[in-house]
C-alpha cells in the first residue's frame, strides 16, 4: 500500500517503524485513555493496543505530526466479540473478516474528511488481501460518521469504560458502493 496525500497536507501510509508505533501509542492513549476514558490513565503516557502484534495500521500525518490512525487484524479473536459476542453470529456468510480497530483523530480534525480518508485508505488494503466483511466498535458519539463510511449498527450500544460503542459491521459490497464518495 502506497502513501498518499490530500488538499490539506494530510499524508496517508502505512505505520512502519518504532517511532511511528510510539506516536501512535501516545495517540491511542490521549483519546482512549485521557478523553474518552475507556482504559485508566498510564504514567507512560502510552497506551499499546492488546492486539498490537497482528496489527495493520494507517496514520494520518500533517507536518510530522500523526493527527489520526487507524488498524486492523484479520486474525481471531476479535475484540467487538469481548463487547458483543453475537456479533459473530452475523459474519456467517463472511470467507474473511477482519477488525477494524482504534480509530482515532485528535479534535481539530474530527469534522473533516480524515476518519473517511482513513478508513477508506485501509478498507482498499484489507479488500486487496481478500477481506470481505469488516466488523468495528464504533463509540457512540460517531455513529453517524461510521455510518457515512459504510458501517452498520448490529446491536444497540454497549458500554466500556465510561464510553457506548455500537457493534457494526461492513461488507465489501457497502464498501464498494460507498467508495468515490465523500462524506457530506
Known amino acids: 500500500m502506497k502513501q498518499i496525500s490530500d488538499t490539506l497536507g494530510i499524508i496517508y501510509r502505512p505505520a512502519t517503524s518504532e517511532a511511528d508505533y510510539k506516536r501512535i501509542h501516545a495517540l491511542n492513549h490521549r483519546i482512549f ?4 476514558g475507556q482504559h485508566a490513565p498510564a504514567e507512560s503516557g ?12 494507517i496514520v ?15 486474525r481471531p479473536p476479535y475484540s467487538v466479540a469481548d463487547k458483543y ?17 482504534l480509530l482515532a483523530i485528535i479534535p481539530e480534525y474530527r469534522h473533516t474528511t480524515v ?12 479488500l486487496e488481501r481478500g ?5 468495528i466498535s464504533g463509540i457512540e458519539e460517531q455513529k453517524a460518521t461510521y455510518e457515512k463510511i459504510g458501517f452498520k449498527a448490529v446491536a444497540p450500544a454497549v458500554r466500556c469504560g465510561e464510553a457506548f460503542y455500537y457493534p457494526m459491521i461492513m ?7 460507498g467508495r468515490t464518495r465523500l462524506p457530506s
Open 115 to 126: 476518519a473517511w480518508r482513513l478508513m477508506r485508505h485501509l478498507s482498499q488494503a484489507l
Open 85 to 101: 459476542p453475537g456479533i459473530l453470529s452475523h459474519l456467517k456468510e463472511s470467507v474473511f473478516p477482519a477488525e477494524v480497530r
Open 46 to 57: 502510552l497506551l499499546i493496543d492488546k492486539f498490537h502484534d497482528k496489527n495493520h495500521y
Open 33 to 36: 485513555s485521557d478523553e474518552i
Open 60 to 74: 494520518a500525518e500533517r507536518e510530522g505530526e500523526i493527527i489520526g490512525m487507524i488498524c486492523a487484524h484479520w
Open 131 to 135: 477481506v470481505d466483511t469488516i466488523v
Open 171 to 177: 461488507t465489501k459490497d457497502d464498501f464498494l458502493r
